[in-house]
Nanobody, 123 residues
Framework: QVQLVESGGGLVQAGGTLRLSCAAS????????MGWFRRTPGKEREFVAT????????YYADSATGRFTISRDNDKNMVHLEMTNLKPADTAVYYC????????????????WGQGTLVTVSS
């Protein structure tokens, strides 16, 4: 099983850009579909984006489409989330996750979670 550690969160103004990173340790990173989720206070954790094992296919929540880009580097055991044109509604704790498939990832059926990184978007 992999262990996941996110980084790159912080405070950014509306319209700005932020890049989140997730470092994976343990075995089998390239065998997992990877995803990003987020949670705001009082709400359920929600799916943001996922990427298949090879990195050739990506899927996004409607709220992320056109603004966020998920990518992975299997040589470095890293997955990233580039977020552009950020809005105050994007303020949340963002979590990296590993799943068996992108379908499982989109449904939140996850094998491993990171601890989360806080993103705050000011208006």
């Amino acid at each position: 099983q992999v262990q996941l550690v996110e980084s790159g969160g912080g405070l950014v103004q509306a319209g700005g850009t932020l890049r989140l990173s997730c470092a994976a340790s343990g075995r089998g990173f390239s065998t997992y579909a990877m995803g990003w989720f987020r949670r705001t206070p009082g709400k359920e954790r929600e799916f943001v984006a996922t990427i298949i094992q090879t990195g050739r296919e990506t899927y996004y929540a409607d709220s992320a489409t056109g603004r966020f880009t998920i990518s992975r580097d299997n040589d470095k055991n890293m997955v990233h989330l580039e977020m552009t044109n950020l809005k105050p509604a994007d303020t949340a704790v963002y979590y990296c996750a590993a799943a068996q498939t992108v379908v499982a990832a989109k449904r939140g059926h996850v094998e491993a979670w990171g601890q989360g990184t806080l993103v705050t978007v000011s208006s």
